[in-house]
C-alpha cells in the first residue's frame, strides 16, 4: 500500500497510511475504518439541527374556549410489572398523583396495569382508591405539588402552621402511614374481606398462570362515588390480563393493548395518557398543556397518539352495572383474545420489539399524525432512572440492541418511512437507532491507541506535520463537543444487545445508603457483570499505556515522542474520563464500588492485552 499523498478526500489518517512491511496495518486499518463511520454517523445527527420547532400552549386560552363540560376525557394508563423491583408504594403513588389533575375528575379514568398479577399490587391500590378521597381534595384545595403522595411526604418540611392545613395533612400522612406499613407485610384477613376483588387470588395464581382480572374500584359515573368533599372522583380500575404459559404476553406492549381493549369497554375516552408506574405527574396543568396541541384549531386534527383503533362506542349515560362492565372486559384482556387478529402488527402498539414506543411512534407518523415534541420549563412527569451502572446498562442495552433491532426490520425508517415522513425526520430515527453500532468505532478509540502506544506504532499525523492542523481542530471540536452533550462513560460501555429481545424491566427499588452514595456523587457499580469487566479492563488497559507511553516520552529522542504525542494525549482523555473508575476499583470500600471478582478479572485482562502486544 501506498501513501496517496494527492488525495485530499478523507480525514489526515490517509495520509498516514503504513507503507507495505511497516508495523501497524491494522491497527491504521482500524482507526480508519472507526473515522470514517464517526463521519457517517456525524452526518445522520445533524438533522437535529434543521428547522427545530419550539412550542408554548396557551392554557388561559382553552379554558376560556371550553367550559369543562365540552373537555373530553382521559384514560391514564399506567403500567406495573413486578412488585418487587416496583414497589407497590410507589406504584400507588403514581396512580394517586395522576388522579388529580387541574382537570374535572370525573372526565379522568385510571388505568393500572399490573403484569405482575399481584395480590399486594391490587392490595395497595385498594388503599389508594380509599385514600384518594382525601387526597385529591387535599391538593386541590392547596394546590400542592408534586402530587405523588411519597414524593411530596418526602420533601415536604412543616412550616405552615395554617390550623386546618395542618389538621388535614396529619389526616393525610397518618393514612399514608398506615397504607405503607400494610403494604409491605401480608393481607390482614378482615381487609380481604372488604373488597370482592380478593377472592380472584388462589394458590394457583402465579405471575406467569393466571386469568384475567378487571376489577373497577371507583366507578366516575356513580353520582356516589365522591370524595370527602363531595366532590366527584376520576373512575379507577385495576387490569391484571391473562397469562398462561406458552402465550407470548409480549411485555409492555402487550399489556398496553389490553388497556386500549378494556378501556375502550368502560370509558373510552378519545385521549390516552401512559405512563410507567415510576412516573409521577410532576404538573397538575400538563393534560390541559396536552389539550392545546390536540384542540388547535389549524393542527390538532393532524396530531397522532390519540386512540389508534375505532371501538363500538358506548354510551355512558346508560344504566351501567360495574359487574357487567368487569365481566365484559376481562374477556378482552384474554390471551387468546389477539389471536388471528391484526394486534401487534397493524392496530395497537407494535410486538417484537423491546422499544415498542419508539417502533410505534415511528409506524403511527407513518400513517400521516404529526407529533408533537413539547419540552415544557417545569416537568410534566418525573421517573426513577437507575440508581447503579449494573442496572442502567441493562437499560441500555435493551434500549440501544432494541433499536438497532428496529434498523434491520422492515420498519427501518429509511425503507419503511421512504416517501413518507421527511428525510429528515428518517435521519432523526437514525440516531437513535444507530446508537449500538456507533460503539464499536468508540471501542476502537478506547481499545487501538492503547495498544498500539505499548508496540510503539504511531497512528496520526506527527506535531510538526501540516496534516495535524486540520487533524487537532477535528478531535478538539469533536471532544467538546462529545463533553458536552453526552458525559463520560455513556458510549464507550455501550454493547451490541442483539441477541436479547426480553424487556427486562429494570430495578425502582433506592436504599438508603446508595442514595447517600448519590448525594456525594459518587457512582453506583452495582454487582459483577460482564459489561463492568470490560469498561473496567479498558481503563485500566490505558492506564497502563499511559504509564507506559510516559516512559518511553521521557527516555527516548524527540522524534518518537512526536509522532506519539496523539495517542498520548487520547490515552490521557481515557485515563482522564475514567478516574471514577480507578476510584472504584482500588480506593472505595463501600456497596457501592466495584466488587473484587471484577478487580481481578479486568486487571488479568488489561495485563494479558499490554503483554501480547508489547511482545
Ligand atoms: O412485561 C412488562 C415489562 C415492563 N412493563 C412496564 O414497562 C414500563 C417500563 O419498564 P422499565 O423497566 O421502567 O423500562 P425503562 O427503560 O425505564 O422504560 C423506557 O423504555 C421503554 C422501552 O422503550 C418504554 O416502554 C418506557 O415507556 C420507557 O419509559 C414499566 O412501567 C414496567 O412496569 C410492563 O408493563 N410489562
Ligand atoms: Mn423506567
Redesign the pocket.
Given at each position: 500500500m501506498s501513501g496517496k499523498r494527492g488525495d485530499e478526500a478523507v480525514l489526515p489518517l490517509l495520509i498516514h497510511i503504513p507503507r507495505a512491511g511497516q508495523p501497524g496495518k491494522h491497527a491504521w486499518a482500524a482507526m480508519f475504518s472507526a473515522e470514517v463511520l464517526f463521519g457517517l454517523y456525524w452526518i445522520i445527527t445533524q438533522s437535529g439541527r434543521w428547522r427545530v420547532v419550539y412550542r408554548y400552549p396557551f392554557k388561559d386560552r382553552l379554558s376560556t374556549r371550553y367550559e369543562d363540560k365540552k373537555l373530553p376525557g382521559f384514560d391514564v394508563f399506567v403500567?406495573?410489572?413486578d412488585p418487587i423491583l416496583?414497589p407497590p408504594l410507589m406504584v400507588i403513588s403514581t396512580v394517586l398523583s395522576v388522579m388529580v389533575y387541574n382537570y374535572p375528575s370525573e372526565k379522568i379514568s385510571v388505568y393500572l396495569?399490573d403484569?405482575g398479577g399481584s395480590e399486594l399490587t391490587f392490595y395497595a391500590l385498594f388503599e389508594a382508591s380509599k385514600f384518594s378521597k382525601y387526597w385529591i381534595p387535599f391538593c386541590k384545595k392547596y394546590n400542592v405539588e408534586p402530587r405523588s403522595p411519597e414524593v411530596y411526604f418526602s420533601c415536604q418540611n412543616t412550616s405552615v402552621d395554617e390550623s386546618r392545613f395542618v389538621q388535614d395533612w396529619t389526616s393525610v400522612k397518618v393514612n399514608l402511614t398506615q397504607n405503607s406499613a400494610a403494604a409491605k407485610g401480608c393481607i390482614p384477613e378482615e381487609i380481604r374481606d372488604q373488597h370482592k376483588g380478593f377472592s380472584e387470588w388462589n394458590s394457583k395464581v402465579t405471575k406467569q398462570d393466571h386469568q384475567s382480572i378487571v376489577q373497577i374500584l371507583i366507578d366516575g359515573w356513580n353520582p356516589e362515588a365522591t370524595d370527602i368533599e363531595g366532590n366527584r372522583l376520576p373512575t379507577l380500575v385495576y387490569l391484571s390480563r391473562e397469562k398462561r404459559p406458552g402465550w407470548p404476553?409480549n411485555?409492555?406492549a402487550g399489556?398496553m393493548n389490553s388497556l386500549i381493549r378494556v378501556s375502550a369497554e368502560i370509558s373510552n375516552a378519545p385521549i390516552i395518557l401512559n405512563v410507567?408506574?415510576?412516573m409521577y405527574s410532576n404538573d397538575g396543568d400538563a393534560i390541559r398543556d396536552a389539550l392545546c396541541f390536540f384542540l388547535d384549531e389549524k393542527q390538532g386534527q393532524q396530531i397522532s397518539y390519540s386512540r389508534i383503533e375505532s371501538h363500538s362506542v358506548i354510551d355512558n349515560t346508560k344504566d351501567r352495572s360495574v359487574q357487567e362492565l368487569e365481566e365484559a372486559s376481562k374477556i378482552l384482556a384474554n390471551c387468546s383474545y389477539e389471536k388471528g387478529t391484526q394486534w401487534g402488527k397493524e392496530m395497537g402498539l407494535i410486538y417484537g420489539c423491546?422499544?415498542?414506543?419508539?417502533v410505534t411512534g415511528l409506524a403511527i407518523q407513518c400513517r400521516g399524525w404529526k407529533p408533537v415534541y413539547y419540552n415544557p420549563s417545569k416537568y410534566a412527569f418525573q421517573?426513577v432512572a437507575p440508581t447503579t451502572l449494573d442496572i442502567s446498562l441493562i437499560?441500555f442495552k435493551?434500549?440501544s440492541g432494541?433499536m438497532f433491532q428496529v434498523f434491520f426490520s422492515k420498519y427501518c425508517p429509511f425503507i419503511y418511512g421512504h416517501r413518507k415522513i421527511s428525510l429528515g425526520a428518517q435521519m432523526g430515527y437514525g440516531i437513535y437507532l444507530l446508537w449500538a453500532p456507533v460503539s464499536l468505532p468508540t471501542l476502537c478509540y478506547a481499545v487501538v491507541p492503547a495498544l498500539s502506544l505499548l508496540c510503539d506504532i504511531p497512528l496520526f499525523p506527527q506535531v510538526s506535520s501540516l496534516w495535524f492542523i486540520p487533524f487537532a481542530y477535528v478531535f478538539a471540536a469533536k471532544t467538546a463537543y462529545t463533553l458536552v452533550e453526552d458525559l463520560v462513560l455513556d458510549t464507550i460501555i455501550m454493547q451490541l444487545g442483539l441477541s436479547q429481545t426480553a424487556?427486562a424491566?429494570?430495578a425502582?427499588v433506592v436504599d438508603d445508603e446508595a442514595q447517600k452514595r448519590y448525594r456525594k456523587g459518587l457512582i453506583d457499580f452495582g454487582n459483577s457483570s460482564i459489561m463492568l469487566v470490560i469498561i473496567a479492563t479498558l481503563a485500566l488497559l490505558n492506564l497502563f499505556s499511559l504509564g507506559w507511553g510516559i516512559k518511553k516520552a521521557l527516555f527516548s529522542a524527540p522524534e518518537t515522542f512526536e509522532k506519539l504525542v496523539v495517542q498520548l494525549t487520547i490515552c490521557g482523555i481515557i485515563t482522564l474520563l475514567n478516574l471514577p473508575v480507578y476510584e472504584g476499583l482500588f480506593f472505595r470500600s463501600d456497596k457501592g464500588s466495584i466488587p473484587s471478582s471484577v478487580t481481578f478479572k479486568s486487571i488479568v485482562m488489561a495485563s494479558i492485552a499490554c503483554l501480547v502486544s508489547a511482545y
Open positions: 403500567c406495573t410489572a416496583e396495569s403484569d404476553h411485555f409492555k399489556s410507567d408506574c415510576d423491546p422499544v415498542e414506543d419508539i421517573g437499560q435493551r434500549w432494541g424487556f424491566v429494570t425502582k
